[in-house]
């Protein structure tokens, strides 16, 4: 790869916003402090019922998702995330201290896209929260490149 296409595949961390929830203050202020190296917008909440809310308000680049909560589960706010077209696309980390292989089976099933177990490895975090936001990002600019094709080719499928 050329320096210039290397340069398209890094994304600006600091255009992101990643919804981090959990029950437990001192983990989500744990998880906070760690996601401040990246100079991302940060935003909380301490329940599955908040979350649902910030996601509908902050339209987030990535959640950060406990699974055990008061309210709502992870297991429910992922489900329902990932079957609403308008989120569905949003990376879930599931970020959980279960182990069992009944609970990583049912956070698949919900729709997560990575997991991360407690306690919190700040290098295992920072580097699969980057590659999330990456994927999304390109996501994201292949979508408007779509669209802006599409919208340039329209004019000659109607002459």
Request: one cysteine or more.
């Amino acid at each position: 790869m050329t320096g210039k296409s290397e340069a398209r595949l890094d994304i600006d961390p600091s255009k992101s916003t990643i919804l981090v929830v959990d029950d437990n203050l001192q983990n989500l202020e744990l998880l906070q402090a760690y996601l401040e190296d990246l100079g991302c917008e940060v935003i909380s909440a301490v329940d599955g019922v908040k979350a649902m809310q910030a996601v509908a308000q902050h339209n987030p680049d990535l959640i950060l998702l406990d699974i055990m909560m008061p309210k709502m589960s992870g297991f429910e706010v992922c489900r329902r995330l990932k079957e609403d077209e308008a989120t569905c696309d949003i990376p879930v980390v599931m970020v959980t201290a279960l182990n069992e292989l009944g609970d990583i089976e049912r956070a698949v099933a919900a729709g997560t896209d990575d997991f991360l177990s407690k306690p919190i490895n700040k290098l295992e975090l920072l580097t699969r929260v980057k590659s999330l936001l990456r994927v999304r990002h390109l996501k994201n600019e292949l979508e408007r490149t779509l669209a802006y094709l599409q919208e340039v080719d329209s004019p000659k499928k109607k002459a």
